[in-house]
């Protein structure tokens, strides 16, 4: 009984198509989309690391506060300092993390639940909702 509960605390629920995200700095939950081209599918295609394309993947989050940000410290500088979020355009160089290893989509490693995504303006985005509850993966 005790390794069935070890299990399910390690597991996660694999990300898909239609995720909901939330981002720290961004003032409203955004969407993940995932491009069905070679892809596994659940009712929607899953995720895998690389699907971390801004505007392609990761939609805006409404309004962004963070002061890297070029556009807010640009308004919160006219506003004399006052901080002033301005729409959120995400930039994400950089792949989720960690993935799920064991687990490959496409070549690479699946979306996981609890996988983040780091914007170059500070922001942490990471799935607020996976887009399903049936598939779990370490």
Known sequence: ?????A?????GQLV???ASLTCSFGAAPGTLN?????RVT???PIANIMD?????????????SSPANPMVASATAAALGVLTPMPCIPVTAAPWVPGS??????????LNA???????WGGMIQPAFPGQMTIQVP
Do not use: Y
């Open 1 to 5: 009984m005790d390794s069935q509960l």
């Open 7 to 11: 299990e399910r605390i390690i597991m």
């Open 16 to 18: 898909c198509g239609g």
């Open 34 to 38: 995932v491009l069905p081209a070679n």
């Open 42 to 44: 659940t009712s929607m």
């Open 52 to 64: 971390n394309k801004p505007l392609v993947n990761i939609m805006p989050f409404g309004m962004c």
């Open 101 to 110: 290893p064991t687990v490959l989509v496409g070549n690479m490693p699946a």
């Open 114 to 120: 609890s996988s983040k995504c780091m914007c170059n």
